[in-house]
């Protein structure tokens, strides 16, 4: 929440986690209780369909021009550089 509340803080912001049972776990869902944050329940996340999560769009954009090329990382310093060097946070969903 301190990264939302700090770069999104007057915006609505829906939580879609993927189905990672770590996002769904009670201490997680205590704490965006608490926090009166929106999420998607897990019954209504639906399985194996990349489609319906917006968040996958930007995962398969910014694969695909960081490993242009057959460009590989080395280390996870160059994968951190590669990435900034293309993605600067702008990219809205």
């Known amino acids: 929440m301190p990264f939302v ?8 912001v829906l939580f879609w986690p993927d ?3 770590s996002h769904y ?3 997680v869902l205590q ?16 399985q194996n369909c990349p489609q ?3 968040i996958e769009t930007l995962w398969s954009i ?3 021009m960081v ?8 280390t996870i310093n160059q994968l951190r550089t590669q990435v900034n060097e ?3 946070g702008s990219y809205r969903i």
């Open 62 to 64: 910014l694969k695909n």
């Open 86 to 88: 293309f993605y600067d």
């Open 19 to 21: 189905l990672a049972s």
């Open 67 to 74: 490993y242009d090329e057959g460009w590989e990382a080395k």
């Open 5 to 12: 509340t700090s770069y999104h803080n007057k915006e609505k």
């Open 52 to 54: 319906a999560r917006p």
């Open 25 to 27: 776990g009670n201490n």
């Open 31 to 46: 704490y965006l209780d608490q926090n009166d944050a929106q999420f998607v329940d897990n019954k209504f996340n639906p």
